[in-house]
């Protein structure tokens, strides 16, 4: 458990600056940002939104993403 608190404050430190900050959890009134996805360079990602007509699939609302790449 400690080993992984590390590695994600690690992971946390070099974070690309676009990153998504939706509210994923409980799906079914979401109050916490769990779930993210990372970019870089910043703005590759164009934009971001949750899925909640999900919330009967998972706990967890699903994060999509419009990246450009190339």
Known sequence: ???ARL??????????RARTQ??????WYPLLR???IF???PDA???SFVDRLARHASDHLPVLADVAIG
């Open 22 to 27: 939706h509210a994923t959890f409980p799906s």
């Open 34 to 36: 769990l779930d993210r």
């Open 45 to 47: 990602m164009r934009g």
């Open 1 to 3: 458990m400690v080993l």
């Open 39 to 41: 970019c870089w360079p």
């Open 7 to 16: 590695a994600a404050r690690r992971a946390r430190a070099g974070a690309p």
